[in-house]
């Protein structure tokens, strides 16, 4: 597949639609990973597309273009400071994108701060996946509110800890509408309980 010119990258960073622009984006920001020489066109663009945030896939790329030319720190505190953005939908996605582990605390912090389900959301699930022992007690703390209550589960199981089996055993019982398997079946929150205790008990054989 032809690869678009850098002229026409730098033209469709640009475009007001979301498509061109975000596959702009990514086609600069692989560039940039790939080839030295377009890191002094690059860097100012894509520090361009996080002082004026338009959507999650131009933002994802351009922090991976930072990492890729000024390194871990600017990219860093570029997505530190997207979390402040108001936009709770767009944050969460941009959260989604953080999940290297030396986000860990940061997301950590927002969980913390912002309390909006989406952000809530995101955070648990990719603090889960990193295996992020330190975010424990914040999840656990979502069990008691119902519309986090279905990604707490599956984040404690996704963490491994032991401590969680305890936590969890007790929603077996639970018959409560969860959420529909990738199949589209129903399953009860004391499904979505007894999957996260099998998940810990299995990574706990083999972490």
Same mark, same amino acid.
Request: charged content about 30%; proline content about 6%.
């Given at each position: ?66 990492? @890729? =030319?000024?390194?871990? +720190? #600017?990219?860093?505190? %570029?997505?530190?400071?997207? /979390?402040?953005? *108001? ?64 990604? @707490? =589960?599956?984040?404690? +199981? #996704?963490?491994?800890? %032991?401590?969680?089996?305890? /936590?969890?055993? *007790? ?37």
């Amino acid at each position: 597949m032809k690869q678009p010119t850098l002229e026409a990258i730098k033209r469709d960073v640009l475009s007001p639609d979301p498509y061109t622009r975000g596959s702009a984006m990514q086609a600069l920001s692989m560039r940039a990973r790939e080839d030295a020489s377009v890191h002094a066109m690059a860097l100012p663009i894509f520090r361009a597309a996080i002082a004026e945030p338009k959507d999650a896939w131009s933002i994802g790329s351009a922090l991976a273009g930072i990492r @890729a =030319i000024s390194g871990d +720190g #600017e990219c860093r505190a %570029a997505a530190v400071r997207l /979390l402040e953005l *108001p936009d709770s939908s767009l944050v969460s996605r941009i959260v989604l994108w953080m999940s290297d582990p030396m986000f860990a605390g940061d997301l950590i912090a927002i969980m913390r701060r912002r309390l909006e389900a989406p952000i809530q959301t995101a955070a648990m699930r990719v603090l889960g996946r990193m295996r992020a022992v330190e975010a424990f007690d914040l999840i656990f703390d979502n069990l008691s509110k119902r519309e986090l209550r279905c990604d @707490a =589960i599956e984040a404690l +199981g #996704e963490l491994g800890d %032991a401590r969680a089996i305890a /936590l969890l055993e *007790p929603l077996v019982a639970d018959d409560t509408p969860g959420r529909d398997d990738d199949r589209g079946y129903p399953l009860r929150i004391g499904d979505l309980a007894a999957q996260s205790i099998r998940q810990i008990q299995q990574k706990l054989k083999s972490p």
